[in-house]
């Protein structure tokens, strides 16, 4: 068996064939014209063969047993192997197989190259031989996998290598590294926020570790920079402070945390000193709900504070 030659889906090419007598399987048959031969010809794994007629134009003999035969065009419908066999009375059969795909290597090696352009980045449009389109949904860009493969199989088992399920493309793994000045990663948006995250399921955005000692999120800056800049660092003081006192009261009874600077401000605003004998009794916004209890050490000795501000 010979083998095997490159094809393509559904285009013709000429594949070499050498024949020799049947007999002792060394003398060349010379002089066969394409009305001598019977082609058969089956896809990988078939259980029968389909015959294949050629014309005179599909036939070229080269000379000292050796041809040419032309075919594939409405034979090699799908990218696989074929077995091809070529008879011819008093000559021994000539089995052959033809690697169809899609692409030819030649052809894959040219469109990898005009995809990647010179600082080795994929341009996706110019894989796909279109511009990459815009989904529904946000408008975000999308790649059909199985656009890209053109064999849907593939773009399904690509998927579950990325360990993704019906998402555009989910990576179980990504490391991005890069020398640059201007960041490993930098997402510019001129109209619009930069990066969203979002999720209909669950958190929008988790950072964490795994690690032993790690942070689930860390920041620091270099030189007179800060980890985090000095306007953010206000908005978030600023939010904490205008935090609805019935929010902050939630929040301490979960935690059980009464001891803490949140305590200050509800201590000012609803309090009794005779609701609970030698207790400060601290209430909660609706003025009703007590919230806790705090132990009163009392001076009979002190002086009262008198005058005015």
Not at 100 to 117: F, M, P, R
């Amino acid at each position: 068996m010979e083998g095997p030659y490159d094809g393509k889906v559904s285009v013709d090419a000429w594949f070499p064939v050498r024949l020799v007598d049947a007999t002792d399987l060394v003398t060349p048959e010379t002089g066969l014209a394409f009305g001598d031969l019977t082609v058969k010809y089956g896809v990988e794994a078939a259980t029968a063969e389909s015959t294949y007629t050629p014309t005179a134009d599909d036939w070229k003999e080269q000379g000292q047993g050796n041809y040419w035969l032309r075919m594939g065009a409405a034979e090699f419908t799908v990218a696989s192997r074929w077995i091809v066999n070529v008879a011819a009375a008093g000559s021994a059969t000539v089995t052959f197989v033809a690697a169809v795909k899609d692409l030819t290597d030649q052809e894959l090696a040219e469109k990898v190259d005009a995809a990647i352009d010179v600082d080795g980045r994929m341009n996706v449009g110019a894989w796909l031989d279109e511009p990459v389109t815009f989904g529904a949904v946000n408008h975000l860009p999308q790649v059909d996998l199985a656009a890209v493969f053109d064999d849907p199989t593939v773009a399904e088992a690509l998927a579950d290598l990325l360990n993704g399920t019906g998402a555009w493309l989910y990576l179980a793994g990504l490391l991005i590294s890069a020398s640059d000045v201007d960041g490993a990663v930098v997402v510019e948006n001129d109209a619009g926020p930069g990066v969203v995250f979002g999720s209909s399921l669950g958190d929008g955005l988790v950072l964490k570790s795994t690690g032993g000692n790690g942070n689930g999120l860390s920041a620091t800056g270099n030189g007179n920079g800060q980890g985090i800049a000095a306007a953010v660092l206000e908005k978030l003081a600023d939010t904490v402070l205008l935090r609805s006192a019935s929010h902050v009261e939630v929040a301490m009874k979960t935690a059980g945390a009464f001891d803490c600077l949140a305590y200050v401000p509800l201590a000012l605003r609803r309090f009794s000193t005779t609701a609970n004998p030698g207790f400060l009794t601290i209430y909660e916004s609706d003025g009703v709900t007590e919230l806790c209890q705090v132990p009163l050490n009392t001076d009979a000795s002190a002086s009262p504070i008198t005058g005015t501000v």
